[in-house]
């Protein structure tokens, strides 16, 4: 979910549950062994390359599950496993009514694909927001703008896993390439890098968050923008995943102050390899958009 194998692409309550359920499996199977009440007296201990070799193939043997970057703003810090592609998708729906206008934007289908080529290491990406219809009225009548978000390639680098006090910390670079439409898309470069870090806490907890930099424009004037996020997901079981977020744009647009939002979600899987979510939240201030909504399906083949 923006959940992660680490999305919550982590504090991936999905693939951190996987794990957990694959690690309860080993401890269940190979170091059980001595405390079986009916095991003859004179049984020998399985020895410690045994024990070594079993816990290895359970590791590789443990089903593939999903882990996406959606529906949260931040991105996770999970990679794709190798040799697989990943398919996130989605709709979201925002109102905004500030200052006398009222706006209403949808936009589908929201795409990332994702596919990696070195294992838990480096993977490609391409995104868009998709088809977009906004409906703007100033109480003078209406305005309609519709037509094609722009499209994001990128990448996901990993940097570290976690360890102790360190965070797994993974690097992602992605830029707008100025082919959307002209009514509903900037028609600039705009490279945007992200730091992502994430915890897994145990016991269902994970948080993440992400520190971003874009080179963004606001009519043709370009500006730096600085975007954040924190999220902390729980995984009650190993299908349903929670998430609850706050994040920032800052500054919203050239000479304007930051928009600040909250917003809650849920991811649960049909399958190991389908994802269904949903997600909703609202601003925090004056610059920020009243009210946003959306759903989505995530496949991995």
Known sequence: MHIESTRMNTADAPSTLSNLVAAAAVVAGVGGHAACADEPPNAQPQSPMLNSSLEQ??????????????????????????????????????????????????????????YTIIEDRLEFRLSTSGYVWNRTNDGTGSQTAQGWSDVLPGIKLKLTDQEGMLPRLVLEAATTTSIGSNETSNQDIEPIFKLIWSYDLGRGWGIYGNFNATYASTNGERFVQGQGGVCVTYAPNDKLSFYGEYFLFGPNAKGTDSAQYLDFGAA??????????????????????????????????
């Open 57 to 114: 193939n359970a590791i590789e043997n443990k089903p593939l599950v999903i882990s996406t970057d959606r529906p949260s703003f931040c991105d996770t810090a999970g990679i794709v496993p190798k040799g697989h592609f990943q398919l996130e998708t989605g709709y979201t729906f925002t109102l905004r009514d500030r200052d006398g206008v009222n706006s209403q934007t949808s936009n589908a289908p929201e795409m990332l694909a994702r």
């Open 268 to 301: 649960y899987l049909l399958t190991n390899r389908v994802q269904l979510d949903v997600r909703a939240g609202f601003g925090l201030n004056r610059q920020s958009n009243n009210f946003f909504t959306g759903a989505g399906v995530s496949f991995l083949f």
